[in-house]
T-cell receptor, first 109, second 113 residues
Framework: DQQVKQNSPSLSVQEGRISILNCDYT??????FLWYKKYPAEGPTFLIS?????DKNEDGRFTVFLNKSAKHLSLHIVPSQPGDSAVYFC????????FGQGTELSVKP | DSGVTQTPKHLITATGQRVTLRCSPR?????VYWYQQSLDQGLQFLIQ???????AKGNILERFSAQQFPDLHSELNLSSLELGDSALYFC????????????FGPGTRLTVL
């Protein structure tokens, strides 16, 4: 039973454009949602989070949007840079992190 | 560099064997979390220790066990290994008894032949 789903295994975007990564969840009890970024041969690193009582959180080029009625969150990266190329995992928390399968973002110069 | 170290980086073993994966958390962190990433799977939470005590359990098989020692390093023991146990095993650490922001090590790649 996949409680957190990332339906797009990969995404390719041109440098300077917007990258939008999507995530769906099923459990209404999650209290925080997070995005982690992973480069090859490294562990995931925390990127940004949002509380379930908010609908938007912004940190520089990264913005996370939460739509509770649709049980959907998204990560927007504007503008996208080649260094953003990585696998992005969304995660949801109820005192345990439940991760999605990841989306591989490729930003082309 | 997250400050979390994991050894070994790679491990190749045979079915039925037992292995031990080691994790040293960041200085000052009291919680250690273990995750498994199989092919085409997201990270699956296995177990968490906080200051030497088991804090939370996820989808950890009975063949797997973990502990956290007084110096706060942790070991994940995998026994009676099966082909399906081949995966990347990550350790993460954080300061408190539970934190959403966790600091991950580089992982141990286990291959069971």
């Amino acid at each position: 039973d996949q409680q957190v789903k990332q339906n797009s295994p990969s995404l390719s975007v041109q440098e300077g454009r917007i990258s939008i990564l999507n995530c769906d969840y099923t459990n209404s009890m999650f209290d925080y949602f997070l995005w982690y970024k992973k480069y090859p041969a490294e562990g995931p690193t925390f990127l940004i989070s949002i509380s379930s009582i908010k609908d938007k959180n912004e940190d520089g080029r990264f913005t996370v949007f939460l739509n509770k009625s649709a049980k959907h969150l998204s990560l927007h990266i504007v503008p996208s840079q080649p260094g953003d190329s990585a696998v992005y995992f969304c995660a949801a928390s109820t005192r345990k992190l439940i991760f999605g399968q990841g989306t591989e973002l490729s930003v082309k110069p | 560099d997250s400050g979390v170290t994991q050894t070994p980086k790679h491990l190749i073993t045979a079915t039925g064997q037992r292995v031990t994966l080691r994790c040293s958390p960041r200085s000052g962190d009291l919680s250690v979390y273990w995750y498994q990433q199989s092919l085409d799977q997201g990270l699956q939470f296995l177990i968490q220790y906080y200051n030497g005590e088991e804090r939370a359990k996820g989808n950890i098989l009975e063949r797997f066990s973990a502990q956290q020692f007084p110096d706060l390093h942790s070991e994940l023991n995998l026994s009676s290994l099966e082909l399906g146990d081949s995966a990347l095993y990550f350790c993460a650490s954080s300061v408190g008894s539970y934190d959403n922001e966790q600091f991950f090590g580089p992982g141990t790649r286990l291959t069971v032949l």
